[in-house]
């Protein structure tokens, strides 16, 4: 169903408007950093007050898309500028809005303020784009956006080994992106037929005029790309790196929201393209995943790095997510679609944390670090929170997205949800031996004397936490939006494919209102 918004265009100001903020940040003077600072961090306040306006004024209990906007671009190709949001992108993009001007005005930055305040806002609309997009080209443009704003971040504000990181980064994403571009034109040109050519997501998800071995080619090159960007195992090497590298602020956006273009892209491309192919190729994605959680889990466990570890853990994660997405019951695809937030929440958090320890302590390395908790007692506590909702502890967000993912999946892919339970076990064996080895013990010199953090700290982990502790406590009001646009895509899916929902899948939708 389609709810055109009445008058002003919303969704288009909303990605605009960063941009126009990045230009306005162009002509300002570099020598006023406080300036481009003040500037940057308004615009990124102004644009999280119009997601939150979006989702205010979102009907809740719709499944299809909401405020749509389209224009014609490239009318011969069937290229327009359409922009929608649904229950599955809504909170995305809130997130998206939430995240930025904590960044922005969270970490220190060194350098050359003014491009890296421009490149940030950039980077906002890039983001904003790709999770409203409607459009096939549309939606490449903005994907491919991204890409150039958090390579310079990475390589002109990181550290000693950013050069090699941002340029591994780049290649490993284009090399992905170089396959969806192939596939993206194989399935507009060869879907075309009488019909004509369109970029148009909604209307190519309803063709479904292509063959079953070239949708599951296409799907291929579509997932490839979206499997570097989650990152999927074995083409998850550039994270570690990039996140080492990366300065807090590019490895909080990198983690909160970049990465979740890669999940977001398998469910709304993915199985809304492809529902066959999908359904065809969900063993192999589902052992992928499998093997990522597992694998990530265990490798972050023998992390020297506490940044590293953390980097090890989304790749743990983000298999829980794309394990939740090719199980194909409600409850799994909510899962994943909720636990995309919270590891933008929880994993955003802990970088910034770390980053506070790095600044202080100019190491971190674990061994180099013991006895926090009495120096810093407030960094203690908060990390404490944020670890055990990255761990999934009842209460805090990450326990209901984890919850939702097994319970669905355990109906449809038992065993690989078998296998991911222990990952989630793994989780709390390196976070909290992580944190035993960090916060706990006898600090010696120069871990006795760190200051705790200041009230600016504070006042920026806060909206963070009371997210992590509210979606813990209170997830209906966002499960209440997700779920129906969840339901439509599973409809979709069994309307175009030989799967359907096992009935006690179905009757579990109760479970998530």
């Not at 890296?116 to 096939?136: I, P, R």
């Not at 148009?200 to 063959?211: F, I, K, P």
């Not at 955003?348 to 013991?370: D, K, P, W």
Request: aromatic letters at 12%; one cysteine or more; charged letters at 10%.
């Amino acid at each position: 169903m389609h709810h055109e918004a009445a008058g002003f265009p919303l969704l288009t100001f909303l990605v605009l408007f960063p941009l126009g903020v990045a230009a306005v940040v162009g002509l300002l003077s570099r020598e006023r950093p406080e300036v481009i600072k003040l500037v940057g961090f308004l615009g990124a306040v102004g644009t999280g007050l119009l997601t939150v306006v979006l989702a205010v004024e979102f009907h809740a209990g719709e499944g299809g898309f909401q405020f749509v906007t389209q224009h014609w671009w490239i009318r011969d190709f069937g290229i327009s500028w359409k922009l929608g949001v649904d229950g599955i992108s809504l909170f995305l993009v809130l997130l998206t809005g939430v995240l930025f001007p904590i960044a922005l005005v969270g970490p220190k930055v060194k350098g050359n303020v003014k491009s890296y305040v421009a490149w940030m806002l950039v980077l906002e609309a890039g983001c904003l784009g790709s999770f409203l997009a409607l459009d096939l080209f549309l939606f490449f443009v903005f994907f491919e956006l991204t890409l150039v704003p958090m390579y310079f971040i990475i390589g002109g504000w990181g550290y000693e080994n950013r050069v090699y990181a941002s340029l591994k980064f780049f290649l490993y994403t284009l090399f992905g992106s170089a396959f969806m571009l192939v596939g993206m034109l194989a399935l507009v040109f060869l879907s075309a037929g009488d019909q004509g050519v369109t970029f148009d997501l909604v209307e190519l998800a309803g063709r479904q005029s292509l063959a079953a071995s070239t949708a599951r080619w296409i799907f291929l090159s579509f997932a490839i790309a979206f499997a570097v960007k989650v990152p999927l195992f074995p083409v998850h090497t550039w994270l570690p790196d990039a996140h080492t590298e990366a300065p807090t602020a590019g490895s909080v956006i990198l983690a909160g929201v970049l990465l979740k273009l890669g999940t977001y892209g398998l469910v709304r491309f993915g199985l809304y393209l492809f529902p066959q192919a999908s359904v065809d190729l969900a063993p192999l994605l589902l052992t992928l995943a499998v093997i990522g959680m597992i694998y990530g889990a265990l490798v972050a466990t023998v992390q020297k790095d506490l940044k590293r570890l953390v980097a090890y853990s989304s790749v743990a994660h983000l298999g829980f997510i794309v394990l939740g997405t090719f199980a194909f019951t409600t409850s799994s695809v909510t899962g994943s679609v909720l636990q995309m937030v919270n590891h933008g929440l929880s994993t955003g958090a802990l970088f910034l944390l770390v980053g506070m320890i790095y600044e202080r302590r100019h190491t971190r390395q674990i061994a180099e670090l013991r006895g926090l908790q009495k120096s810093m007692p407030m960094l203690a506590a908060v990390f404490t929170v944020v670890m055990l909702s990255s761990i999934g502890l009842p209460g805090l967000n990450g326990f209901v997205g984890e919850f939702l993912i097994l319970i669905g999946s355990f109906v449809t892919a038992r065993w690989w949800a078998v296998v991911g339970t222990v990952g989630v076990i793994l989780a709390a064996l390196y976070l909290l031996w992580a944190y035993q080895r960090v916060f706990h013990g006898t600090p010696d010199e120069a871990n006795s004397n760190l200051p705790d953090m200041t009230w600016g700290e504070r006042a920026i982990m806060l909206p963070l936490v009371a997210l992590i502790v509210f979606l813990g406590v209170y997830p209906r009001p966002v499960l209440d939006r997700i779920n129906p646009s969840v339901e439509r895509l599973i409809g979709h899916v069994e309307q175009h494919s030989d799967y359907r929902q096992p009935p006690v899948a179905a009757d579990n939708e109760g479970s998530t209102h």
